[in-house]
């Protein structure tokens, strides 16, 4: 049976959460140098986001550098993706609403994350729920493309993408605390809980606008 770190001796967050700002490290560089990369270019690196996270998804299992390298690649290929989204919004709404949305993104993480750990609480239970409402919320998104909501109907979208990433929070936090983890996991979880922050982040500016 293999031992789960969060059981193991010594402190398995401090491994978890010097990969994850290391992480951020990275997504900063990519944030920094995204301003040299091309417009034309943003597609496929998004695109290719969208692959290793499939990827990363079927070698967590394996060796522990491999899952470690893609997790790194991946968190700067979405630096340099998060500049074009962030331009385009500090071009709509202006830098105080940028870093007023940073701001209470931070704050509400934050304390979703400290409330799962130190409640230990378990929200595993909400797998299949949010999974299935990810889906429907991509689909209605798509659906969106071709026929335009109305203003009420993209707040309701807006706060329905809220309530599923605070879940995605509660779920991820509640999973490594109540459940432990291996140090083969911690690659997955610093994108997992990377990607329930951009979410949330970004959702707030789509609330914001309407």
Same mark, same amino acid.
């Given at each position: 049976?293999?031992?789960?770190? =969060? ?14 700002? =290391? ?18 270019? &943003?597609? /496929? ?29 991946? &968190? $700067?290929?979405?630096? @340099? ?10 071009? @709509? ?6 870093f007023e949305a940073f701001g209470v ?19 595993? $239970? @909400?797998? =299949? ?24 109907? &993209? ?14 929070? @509660? #779920? ?14 911690? /690659? ?6 990377y990607l329930d922050f951009v979410n949330? #982040? ?9």
């Amino acid at each position: 049976m293999t031992t789960l770190t =969060s059981r193991a001796t010594g402190n398995p967050y401090t491994k978890l959460f010097a990969a994850f700002f =290391s992480g951020l490290l990275a997504t900063t560089a990519g944030l920094y140098l995204g301003q040299y990369v091309p417009p034309a270019y &943003m597609i /496929p690196l998004v695109i290719v986001e969208i692959a290793m996270i499939i990827a990363m998804i079927f070698v967590r299992k394996r060796k522990r550098s491999v899952g470690y390298l893609m997790m790194y690649g991946f &968190m $700067f290929i979405s630096g @340099l993706t998060l500049f074009a989204v962030i331009y385009n919004y500090i071009s @709509l709404l202006g830098a105080n609403v940028v870093f007023e949305a940073f701001g209470v993104t931070t704050v509400s993480f934050g304390a979703i994350a400290i409330y799962t750990m130190v409640s230990k609480r378990d929200f595993t $239970f @909400l797998g =299949s729920f949010l999974f299935i409402s990810l889906i429907a919320l991509l689909v209605i998104g798509l659906f969106n493309l071709i026929f335009p909501f109305s203003q009420t109907s &993209m707040l309701i979208y807006s706060a329905f993408g809220i309530l599923i990433f605070i879940g995605y929070t @509660l #779920f991820d936090f509640s999973r490594l605390t109540v459940h432990g983890f291996t140090d083969r996991d911690i /690659p997955m979880i610093v994108v997992s809980i990377y990607l329930d922050f951009v979410n949330l #982040f970004f959702i707030y500016f789509a609330v914001h606008r309407h």
